[in-house]
């Protein structure tokens, strides 16, 4: 069973930065792409960034300049750096994992994968 585990949250004041890491728990998952999506009390999950294997990222527009999503592609690590960070930003931030699995007997499969969530909270 793979997951994906998510740690760097915490409490900060406005302006302040925090920087989330984020990697899958077993060796036998693949990413093509990976994500920090976030949720906010009483509002839906959205998407904060994704970046692809190829390095090629995207940003939720609220994010933008201030975030900067990068991935170690030899460890299947993606970070978040969030700098500048406004009280909007307080949510629960999950990392999802979209790529392929390796089964002992050689099976491949397509998997897309969540963590357990990260809490951050600004603080003005």
């Known amino acids: 069973q793979v997951e994906m585990v998510e740690s760097g949250g915490g409490l900060v004041q406005t302006g302040g930065t925090l920087r989330l890491s984020c990697a899958p728990s077993?060796?036998?998952?693949?990413?093509?792409?990976m994500g920090w999506y976030r949720q906010a009390p009483g509002k839906e999950r959205e998407l904060v960034a994704i970046?692809?294997?190829?390095?090629?990222?995207t940003y939720a527009d609220s994010v933008k300049g201030r975030f900067t999503i990068s991935r170690d592609s030899a460890t299947n690590t993606v970070y978040l750096q969030m700098n500048s960070l406004k009280s909007e930003d307080t949510a629960v931030y999950y990392c999802?994992?979209?790529?392929?699995?390796?089964?002992?007997?050689?099976?491949?499969?397509?998997?897309?994968?969540w963590g357990q969530g990260t809490q951050v909270t600004v603080s003005s």
């Open positions: 077993g060796s036998r998952f693949r990413a093509d792409k």
């Open positions: 970046i692809t294997n190829h390095g090629d990222s």
């Open positions: 999802h994992g979209d790529g392929v699995a390796f089964s002992a007997d050689g099976t491949i499969t397509a998997l897309k994968v």
